[in-house]
């Protein structure tokens, strides 16, 4: 077995999708990099899991019994553990096309985005719309709203941060979305649509923020871009499940020459004058284990990896369903998202409901995959605050959920201790606060800002 | 980087053109490294290409993914076997632990690719043993028994000489169904899924893969 070399410029720790994009964008700026995970997966939290080893993970079952054999083979199915898909004009579609990860995967469109209005008996749900013609069909509102919500719509397409003529006589530096939503002089039920269902907001606080119309105007346009890439809705996700997304990015970093070991866990981190300066570990899986030293410029890597160093910031709920229904409501779609604003059911989160099914390659035919989330509100019965998604789910096979999931942040950022802590996934339906995530580690472990376009030209390979 | 040659007719009355992936695997000193005759380095390529013409109207491409190093520390991805149609499993004729270990791959890919995966067994150094009989170490009847066996396709080669190497490529591709068109079989660029990339003209830079 060859050895560890004595030294990295970067040694990552977990195989989560922030970990594996740096790891492949370091690898193919040509510094040497070591990748651990203690798992012997790839994915960290973000990993598909079959469905043998999801029954396992969540333990719901008599000891003895084996639920996940009425299932099928347990290898057609890879259930993601976060919900999330990717927006086709999303920033990780971006860096996928530059790093050329696509050639190792392949993506399928979400068939639909759907949004739920009204509460308990009367709910319905209606498909968002998404340009001024989709606006003028929608069921979301009434004749003359559809019109006002089509003048809307038209003006974020012309809208220019940087040209005030665009602006409609608004002061872009300190309007709220409360004002420009007021100028077109739009319905609470349409602002909440807009807002939750196409900026993608979980709660409310982006209304009343001075300064944040820009913002909220460019989400918006984000989703009408995304939706028109390829019609249908704004979403793509790659067949075999989002773990797919974490192992192409290995892959890039490995054939850039990056040193891949699962099942390794590490035992210390050494430290020199309060930097991080390396790492000890063993990787077991083998006889005798292997332990090993190695030095580290530096130390990126998932919060897991560094208790002591995180906060929690809040908790997420998720309840996983194996369901052999698709969604009502949503004309059958084998994938769909279907966000239920707080305001509908009396929350200050939205709940999401986030769909897949054989079409993707993520289970047998017959099944869906549908996962409802939010983030908790209060400590306790947190089964009953996702009780309006799970309604909505309908009949359920099998439901695993957990306790609330912490999310965690770094205390700090790094530049002190040599060591860049990655974010949890949060509630969010898309990976854009996870690019945002890698884009503010790589500058500020790299001290210059990711630039991903033309990532592969004039590229430099590490001496192995 | 060189971009390779257009990869063979396609199209056209009577003509077939069908790609199939190939992942290649073996201990690394048994120099699966060369085994792409044309292979410049591994580093920076997503996979390399070979192709194959059966006859006038028939060519066969394969896609030839690289473990990339990622199983030395067994941790291959399991990306590495989705969808491979046909898999070369090489150890070295000089080296007796070699074929144990290769072996242990034609397990996992049993494991863990799909059942239909046709599986070649190249022992490879043949052109040590020509120079130096007493050099082998595995002799041709046993890994051929093996091979029979366990239904392996099985050839003795050369990588640095390319010897059997094309009579290897040829024969998997024999076997495999070209008249079925699946996901990995069809004509590049007509995936089942979405294209990411951006409607206008994108070129390759940088890999030396024409596919």
């Not at chain 2, 005759?37 to 030839?64: C, H, M, P, W």
Request: net charge negative; hydrophobic share 35%; with cysteine.
């Amino acid at each position: 077995m060859d050895e560890i070399a004595p030294e990295y410029d970067v040694v990552v720790l977990g195989t989560g999708l922030t970990e594996c994009i740096l790891s492949g964008v370091f690898s193919v700026k040509g510094k040497k990099v070591l990748h651990i995970d203690r798992n012997n997966h790839y994915g960290g939290e973000a990993a598909s899991l079959n469905i043998e080893a999801l029954f396992k993970k969540y333990g719901n079952y008599s000891p003895g019994e084996e639920p996940w054999k009425q299932y099928g083979r347990v290898n057609d199915w890879n259930i993601d553990l976060v919900p999330k898909f990717l927006m086709s004009s999303g920033e990780l579609t971006n860096i996928l096309v530059s790093t050329d990860v696509t050639r190792y995967l392949e993506f399928k469109q979400v068939a639909g985005s759907y949004v739920q209005q009204g509460a308990g008996s009367r709910a319905t749900v209606a498909k968002v719309p998404s340009d001024a013609a989709e606006a003028l069909r929608s069921p979301l509102m009434g004749i003359f709203e559809k019109r006002r919500m089509k003048s809307f719509i038209e003006w974020v397409g012309t809208f220019d941060p940087k040209d005030p003529a665009t602006h409609k006589g608004l002061n872009m530096a300190t309007c709220t979305m409360k004002e420009v939503y007021d100028k077109f002089s739009l319905e609470t039920t349409t602002r909440d649509f807009i807002g939750h269902a196409m900026a993608l907001y979980l709660s409310d606080g982006y209304i009343s923020t001075p300064g944040q119309a820009p913002e909220a105007i460019e989400r918006i346009r984000l989703y009408g871009n995304s939706v028109a890439r390829y019609g249908k809705s704004p979403y793509i996700y790659p067949l075999y499940g989002l773990g797919e997304l974490p192992q192409g990015f290995a892959r890039l970093s490995a054939i850039y020459g990056g040193t891949y070991m699962l099942g390794t866990s590490v035992d210390e981190i050494t430290y020199e004058d309060g930097k991080a300066v390396g790492i000890k570990a063993t990787m077991s899986g083998m006889e005798p284990e292997m332990k090993f030293e190695t030095k580290a410029k530096m130390i990126l890597g998932d919060p897991s990896y560094f208790p002591g160093k995180t906060k929690v910031v809040g908790h997420v709920l998720r309840a996983i369903c194996i369901i052999d229904h698709p969604l009502d409501g949503t004309s059958d779609n084998d994938s769909c998202q279907i966000i239920i604003p707080q305001s509908q059911v009396g929350r200050h989160n939205d709940i999401y409901i986030a769909c897949v099914s054989a079409a993707h390659n993520v289970c047998p035919k017959g099944y869906y995959i549908a996962i409802v989330s939010t983030i908790a509100e209060g400590s306790a019965n947190h089964h009953l605050e996702l009780e309006p998604g799970l309604k909505r789910v309908g009949k359920i096979k099998e439901q695993f959920m957990s306790a609330p999931i912490p999310l965690y942040e770094p205390l700090e950022d790094g530049t002190k201790d040599n060591i860049f802590i990655s974010k949890s996934y949060d509630a969010t339906s898309h990976f854009e606060t996870t690019t945002d995530d890698v884009r503010d580690i790589y500058s500020r472990a790299a001290g210059e800002e990711l630039v991903v376009e033309g990532l592969r030209e004039g590229i430099q390979v590490a001496e192995n | 980087m060189a971009s390779r040659g257009p990869p063979g007719a396609r199209g056209g009355m009577n003509t077939r053109f069908a790609q199939f992936k190939l992942v290649l695997l073996g201990e690394s000193a048994v120099g699966k490294d060369q085994f792409d005759s044309y292979r410049e380095s591994t580093i920076g390529a997503a996979f390399l290409t070979q192709t194959i013409s059966l006859d006038e109207n028939t060519t066969v491409k394969f896609e030839i993914w690289d473990t990339a190093g990622q199983e030395r520390y067994k941790s291959l991805a399991p990306m590495y076997y989705r969808n491979a149609n046909c898999a070369v499993v090489v150890y070295d004729i000089t080296q007796a632990s070699s074929l144990d270990k290769a072996k242990s791959w034609v397990k996992e890919l049993q494991r863990q690719a799909n059942e239909s995966i046709i599986i070649a067994l190249a022992g490879n150094k043949l052109d040590l043993v020509s120079e130096q009989p007493d050099k082998r170490a595995v002799s041709t009847a046993d890994a051929e028994a093996y091979a029979k066996e366990a239904g392996l396709l099985f050839f003795e080669t050369s990588a640095k000489t390319a010897e059997n190497v094309r009579d290897l490529f040829t024969a998997i591709a024999r076997r495999l169904p070209l008249d079925q068109v699946g996901p990995r079989h069809s004509r590049p660029g007509q995936r089942q899924g979405v294209s990411l990339n951006p409607e206008s003209p994108n070129t390759n830079v940088g890999g030396p893969c024409a596919c």
